[in-house]
């Protein structure tokens, strides 16, 4: 696809030119002095005010000089700076509409300079774009740079860019802040309420369950046989497309501003599975997306003013076939599945998506995608996602979206939060902007004479995770890179990496504080993978004798990593919440409890049913390892994703048992609950069998906090070589809760035997 958004007759960059390098060019200030006026129209807008104060003032900033702000119907001046829609740039034949909403023009001629826009922001940017051309930067919201200099002159100009999406955000921490979206051109949180009525996941919204299960439980998904209030709407039914039309028309009745209006699945399973849905799932291409565009399409028809927008997003992300999204659809396409570490393009496990996006295509021109570009599991592990970035974004332009979401950590902050924001603006204006340069340009400006330690440890881990074809997920967490980019080798060269870099800027105490933040992820990295002792150096305990206890200097390791992060503000490790305090008890609860000797360490273990590789913790060998989890289902616990455990231990021969015990973690929140009972056997020979204790819960299945419970049996007089272990749980989320007919998880820990 041809690239639009920008046509440059002469750019420059990061540079204040003189005289003897330039010498037609626009002496804008000299020696502090300078003739020029900033003219704006003699009605002026919001925004052309805006951007005429905001250049005022750094000018002002760079060179001491205030220049003037008339009206252009009070200006006799020879030398201006012309602002916005006046009509001297309409003499100039600037094409006001070809700029749109977001484009501008930068031109000089004779004296004076024209910074002009489109029909909305594109004035702003266009001078946030000539600031940044004469060497002014934002780094971050934090942290800008205004370079100094009582001398600016610029070279003759003809620049028009046009941005090649319409709609342009980052959800992270510094993008949520106005001032630095702007500057970079971006949407953001604030001002999308402007334009967006309701925003994705709104069925619950638009008919509440709490109002109308009870008396109209038919308006709802019906799934398994049974209809549920914590699942999806039943789109087949016509008083449910009545009761969203009657509820839009309220909403927007009380907001008409907005253009853009969510009808879309609630972020959880089950699309309805009755009759009439499943016959207009059929009847468009046997997909869930069927009955949901077929609604939505009629929904649309009601407001043709307005712009409907829906998800394909997990159950609903393939194109139906033989319905067509209405002209006023919008579809936001969700890549929450993909792979990380390879281009979409060309990654083998992103076919499916390669072919959706396509098939999308050929039905609409209206779409949004919503793309995830950081670890959410642990928005502070290592995720060295930063060169698929690009070729990602060409590809969704290549593919024909014209808006673009990248979700990141929020208001939250996350590993390297700053300079993936930062490239992340780059490149939602410029698909084709040079990255490396864009990356150095801020690790130069952020950290200093750090800039190239750091520059070496980014460029070591993308190049260990490529060599070793190693996947990267949104929701992994350390121990998924111990053998491809973060094994014990690389660990320590990385950290060598930041020690050089905290050397580098010593005497330099902001900047440094900004390295020991950059540094926070590599030692989470360290704790996280060193809980499973991958080697002497890399583990929390060592075995003095027959005890097992904490290597001297963890615990020191693990409080400075949480003071630290507390320091600079990481909140949450991840996306459902977790205090760096939380993890301090975490890890002090795995140092007194994370090791334990038993008759069963190190024995072969066998399962009945398949556990989940998204939670392998290392296989059937967790069950046995010595290793003790936390109320973190991350690490260290065996998951079964509708299936229940059924599991035989293999000891080292015949012993005398006298307990068995093992835990189980309930955590309702995230579909996880502990066993309704468990029953205990043991055998001498793997064969016969005795029946030993049957255990219920404690634990209620409507608590949802996090909780461990232990199932345990105490036998007299028995001897056994094999132990075998079942349970009794829900295999499926039970009707009233919010994944009702999704699969239910049960997660193992410890299987000891004393």
Known sequence: ???????????????????????????????????????????????????????????????????????????????????????????????????????????????????????????????????????????????????????????????????????????????????????????????????????????????????????????????????????????????????????????????????????????????CECLGCKKLDNQYGGVPSGSLIYFVNQIAESFPTKIISTLAYQYSRQAPTGIKPADNVNIVLCTIELNRSTPIKNDPGSRGFVKDISDWKKLTNNILIWDYIVQFRNYLDPFPNFHVLQPNIQFFLDSGVNMMFEQGSNRSLSEFHELRCYIMSKLLWNPDVDVDSVVNDFLKGFYGDAWLHIRKYIDHMREALIESGGSLTIYGYPWDGHQTYLTPALLHKYTSYFDDAEEAVSDKPDILARVEKARLPIEFAILEISKRNVTEKLSLFKKSGERWEVKPGMREKMELFVRNSNRFQFKRLHEMGFTPNEYRESMIYYFENGITDHLAYGAIVNVKNPYSDKYPAGGVTALTDGLRGTNDYHFNWLGFEGHELDAVVVLDGTNLVKNISVNFLQDAKSWVWVPHSVEFFGSPDGVNYKHLKSVKKKTGEHNYEKIIETFSTTIENNQFQFIRITTQSFIECPQWHLGAGGKAWIFADEIIVE
């Open 1 to 271: 696809m041809k690239r639009v958004y920008s046509i440059s007759f002469f750019i420059f960059f990061l540079v204040l030119f003189f005289d003897d390098v330039y010498p037609r060019g626009l002496t804008i200030f000299d020696n502090g002095q300078s003739k020029h006026v900033i003219v704006i129209p003699a009605v002026a807008t919001d925004i052309e005010q805006q951007a005429a104060l905001k250049l005022q003032q750094y000018l002002n900033e760079i060179s001491g000089t205030e220049l003037k702000i008339v009206p252009e119907n009070k200006s006799g001046n020879t030398h201006n700076i012309f602002i916005g829609k006046c009509n001297a740039a309409k003499a100039l034949n600037i094409d006001f509409l070809v700029l749109g909403k977001d484009g501008f023009s930068i031109k000089t001629l004779d004296n004076n300079l024209f910074i002009s826009g489109g029909n909305e922001m594109g004035v702003l940017f266009g001078v946030y774009d000539f600031l940044e051309r004469i060497g002014c930067r934002r780094y971050s919201a934090d942290l800008e740079v205004v370079p100094k200099n009582n001398h600016l002159k610029i070279p003759t100009l003809e620049i028009t860019e046009i941005p090649v999406f319409e709609y342009r955000e980052t959800l992270m921490p510094d993008a949520s802040n106005a001032d630095y979206a702007e500057w970079h051109k971006l949407h953001h949180r604030s001002e999308r309420g402007n334009d967006w009525g309701m925003w994705v996941h709104t069925f619950d919204d638009l008919i509440p369950p709490e109002i109308y299960f009870d008396s109209n439980p038919e308006y709802f998904s019906l799934n398994s046989g049974v209809r549920s209030s914590k699942t999806q709407l039943c789109l087949s039914n016509p008083s449910v497309l009545g009761l969203v039309i009657l509820r839009l028309k309220d909403l927007i009745k009380k907001n008409p501003r907005a253009t853009y209006w969510s009808v879309s699945q609630n972020d959880t399973y089950g699309p």
